[in-house]
């Protein structure tokens, strides 16, 4: 079971399904906002149970006060999409995303966001220590989570010494502030004849081995004022300065 809350994201996960078998929709009791009542309707439609609650009782339900008076139980689960490690090896173009330590399932759910938009073609998450592909993420990807397929895979380290002993000739660019700055040529990393990997670690950085696996090490210009940024941040501005024509 999944609860799904948050306008957006349950708006966007009905659009894309439909109600399903074994859905319940949960409001809050003062809400007048016109998309949660053509929600209603449709759910009525649909035959899905319709309850009206207090604020209060919907943060117990979602564990979260972010719930935005609206929430959606799915007996189903959320639906992720997968891909294999074989799959990114037989690859022709591309790049994909392998995250390393990041925990924050709202910093998940934002990379997802912009790597959709980016035209990202994967996520490698390691099978310990990752944030889960659950609620929270889903709502802070505004719903991309379910449109971007994930693969779970040993340490990030580990996949890397797969990929250069399946396909040597894969480029892996490591995001660390011991890298060169990005520049306007690292487009060129991205071939059309392979996939690409970014790999991205927590502020604390990539491990030791992910980093010597790595066959470019790259950073991103910052003030003096500011020490890092943000996971999710940084990430996106990586895809941005890696992605042909952006």
Not at 143 to 169: R, V
């Amino acid at each position: 079971m999944a609860i799904i809350f948050g306008f957006h994201t349950v708006l966007d996960t009905v659009e894309k399904t439909g109600f399903l078998e074994g859905d319940k929709l949960f409001i809050a009791r003062n809400s007048a906002d016109g998309r949660v009542q053509k929600l209603t309707t449709k759910a009525n439609r649909a035959h899905v149970p319709v309850t009206r609650m207090h604020y209060g009782e919907l943060q117990t339900l979602t564990g979260t006060k972010n719930h935005q008076g609206i929430a959606l139980e799915r007996t189903a689960g959320i639906s992720i999409k997968t891909f294999t490690k074989q799959d990114f090896i037989l690859a022709t173009e591309g790049i994909y995303l392998a995250l390393d330590g990041i925990k924050d399932p709202q910093n998940l759910g934002a990379i997802c966001r912009s790597a959709l938009a980016l035209g990202v073609r994967g996520i490698f998450l390691p099978q310990k220590d990752s944030a889960p592909t659950g609620a929270s993420a889903l709502k802070a990807s505004a719903g991309a989570l379910t449109q971007m397929p994930f693969c779970y895979t040993g340490s990030i380290a580990s996949l890397m010494q797969y990929i250069s002993e399946k396909n040597p000739d894969v480029v892996m660019v490591a995001l660390d502030k011991s890298g060169e700055l990005f520049s306007d040529k690292d487009t060129s990393l991205v071939a059309k004849d392979r996939a690409t990997l970014l790999v991205v670690g927590s502020e604390e950085g990539l491990s030791r081995l992910a980093l010597e696996r790595a066959t470019h090490r790259r950073r991103l210009r910052i003030g003096s004022k500011v020490e890092s940024y943000n996971v999710s941040v940084a990430t996106a501005l990586a895809l941005y300065l890696l992605t042909p024509n952006s």
